[in-house]
Nanobody, 130 residues
Framework: QGQLVESGGGSGHTGGPLRLSCIAS???????????VAWFRQAPGKEREGVAC????????YYGDSRQGRFTMTRDNASNAVYLQMNSLGPEDTARYSC????????????????????WGQGIEVTVSS
């Protein structure tokens, strides 16, 4: 069974950085390079939203508007890992962040869609305070 484990969350300050990691294990670890991976987040009282996604073939990425220029998603297939570097954090970034993966890798021409991903991590809390 495929597993994804997030780490690196916690408390951040307005204007500061946080880096999230997502490590694949189990079936998702096998041929991880072929998986498309995305980050989602869910703020209290709000629906889950796509944050960013990365394609398997060329590491192309797509970010939601509010994340463009502040967030950077990268992957290290040798380590079966993806990362989300978050800079210039604001209170609006407070949420539970989850990584998700699927194969074949979906297009990265828009905000990631929940239903396209079938392997999910448990999520990790990020709280941004002033």
């Amino acid at each position: 069974q495929g597993q994804l484990v997030e780490s690196g969350g916690g408390s951040g300050h307005t204007g500061g950085p946080l880096r999230l990691s997502c490590i694949a294990s189990g079936s998702t670890r096998v041929n991880f390079a072929y998986y498309g991976v995305a980050w989602f987040r869910q703020a209290p009282g709000k629906e889950r939203e796509g944050v960013a996604c990365i394609r398997s073939s060329d590491d192309s990425t797509y970010y939601g508007d509010s994340r463009q220029g502040r967030f950077t998603m990268t992957r290290d297939n040798a380590s079966n890992a993806v990362y989300l570097q978050m800079n210039s954090l604001g209170p609006e970034d407070t949420a539970r962040y989850s990584c998700a993966a699927t194969v074949p890798s979906p297009p990265v021409d828009g905000i990631p869609v929940t239903g396209l991903y079938d392997h999910w991590g448990q999520g990790i809390e990020v709280t941004v305070s002033s």
